[in-house]
């Protein structure tokens, strides 16, 4: 009894734990599955590590992987690859929670504080209405993209394709779009440079929508459907600070970033392109390398400078409450923030004429700080085993960390040891770094039962 007692706490003490194990099993299962020969195409022997892999993630919504796909995975491995992206983009408790929901069957408050936790929400008020409403924009753009890309591309015939090989290759995009993972089947394992070298734009500007919709947060989309029902009965509603604030900043910094690329590669991949087809990459690049890991260029003909600053990207990500990965926009933005007001010397920080609130700026530094660590720690120990540049084993970590999924081709080369520290490194990605970090926290509520004296040390 002592014993079940204590693997009942280590599993579900908190929050936290609950969510870092559900994902792990899940991972588990999911590289067993693809383990399975029946997951596989004839003469395809993958090991389970590199299954392992490919479950970590396809469930973190990253995009690497040790072997191209479109050669190695079955019509079996392919759909469970599709659950496997659903269930990391959606996040498997709001899909669990939302299933539930769906059904008319009730929730208890813990199983509701849980959901709270995956999905950053600050309280379960309200949340039974973001479940609904964030599920159903998910689902409707995922449903809409099928239809229209799996027409496009059986009248298009961008290679020689059935429609129903086309609405396979549409309904792994979808997931695979919203949920920023970046994976495809598409063939030669060139991912869009098949449709960008046939002057081929549209899917290309339709996977943008879906991969930036993926990227803003789930918040935003589950305001846009309130919004949507609210215009049809023809009532007023205004959009929240969040949603709003979220859909700028992410709008401003692939702004921002698309002129930068632009002018870093204009004399180099892009040199030789015509405006359009210049215009095209450079914003598909930019919309992807945040978070999602499609391509529609060679980046290993990237100057060392853009390689450095698409790294950058990755470690911003994606918005929080969202299928992407790395710090976050809104962490970047607190830290900045943060950094003015020290500068002003005030007191405290602010936002929108609002004080932001002390236990937000910790929180943002923790995930800077750690984030930092993860990322040139994890770095340091591939650099020891693997016989590789720095800026490439750089590129690839924070690429996992982001789970994003671009690579320089470095990840089937790596050996058992660095797939590992790279599937943590997605792992962590996944589930949060917050998140990661109160794993080792035994306690359901933080108390300060003892008040301790200060003391200031000297910095900087």
């Not at 269930?87 to 899909?95: F, K, M, V």
């Not at 947060?217 to 979220?246: C, D, M």
């Amino acid at each position: 009894m002592a014993i079940i007692n204590f693997i009942k706490n280590l599993f579900t003490k908190t929050e936290a734990r609950k969510i870092f194990f559900i994902y792990l099993l899940l991972a588990f299962i999911g590289g067993l599955l693809l383990w399975l020969p029946i997951s596989q195409q004839k003469m395809v022997r993958m090991s389970f590590l590199d299954t392992l892999f490919i479950s970590i993630s396809e469930l973190s919504s990253t995009g690497l992987t040790p072997v191209p796909l479109h050669s190695s995975l079955s019509l079996f491995g392919g759909i469970v690859s599709i659950l496997l992206l659903e269930i990391g983009g959606i996040g498997i408790i709001l899909l669990m929670t939302s299933l539930t929901v769906f059904l008319g069957r009730k929730i208890g408050i813990k199983e509701l504080n849980v959901v709270a936790f995956e999905q950053n929400q600050f309280t379960i008020k309200n949340i039974f209405s973001f479940i609904r409403n964030a599920v159903i924009a998910i689902l409707v753009l995922q449903f809409f993209y099928i239809i229209i890309m799996s027409l496009y591309l059986f009248i298009k015939q961008p290679w020689e394709i059935s429609y129903w090989g086309s609405l396979y290759q549409s309904i792994f995009l979808a997931v695979s779009s919203f949920a920023n993972a970046g994976f495809d089947l598409l063939p030669n394992n060139e991912s869009f440079i098949i449709f960008q070298k046939n002057g081929l734009y549209f899917p290309q500007i339709l996977t943008m929508l879906l991969v930036f919709l993926g990227g803003i947060g789930f918040w935003p989309l589950a305001e846009s459907v309130v919004w949507i029902k609210k215009t049809i009965k023809k009532e007023k509603y205004r959009f929240s600070f969040l949603a709003k604030l979220l859909v700028l900043i992410h709008f401003l910094l692939w702004l921002f970033s698309s002129i930068i690329f632009y002018f870093l590669e204009r004399s180099n991949s892009l040199s030789t392109l015509s405006i359009s087809d210049s215009m095209i990459v450079t914003t598909f690049m930019t919309t992807a390398v945040r978070s999602a890991g499609f391509y529609n260029t060679n980046i290993n003909t990237w100057t060392p400078a853009t390689k450095f600053f698409m790294a950058l990207l990755m470690f911003i990500g994606a918005a929080p409450n969202s299928s992407g990965g790395g710090i976050r926009l809104t962490t970047l933005l607190l830290v900045i923030i943060s950094l003015y007001s020290f500068g002003k010397r005030r007191k405290q920080a602010f936002l929108h004429k609002k004080a932001i609130k002390e236990e937000a700026l910790k929180k943002a530094y923790v995930v800077f700080t750690a984030a930092i660590i993860l990322v040139f720690l994890s770095s340091f120990l591939i650099l020891i085993i693997e016989n590789l540049e720095m800026i490439e084993v750089f590129f690839e970590v924070l690429s996992a960390f982001g789970t994003v999924g671009l690579s320089l081709s470095v990840t089937p080369q790596l050996t058992s040891f660095s797939k590992v520290i790279l599937m943590i490194v997605m792992f962590i990605g996944r589930i949060g770094i917050l998140t990661f970090i109160q794993i080792l926290d035994t306690k359901k509520e933080t108390t300060n039962v003892v008040s301790y004296s200060e003391i200031d040390i000297i910095v900087g």
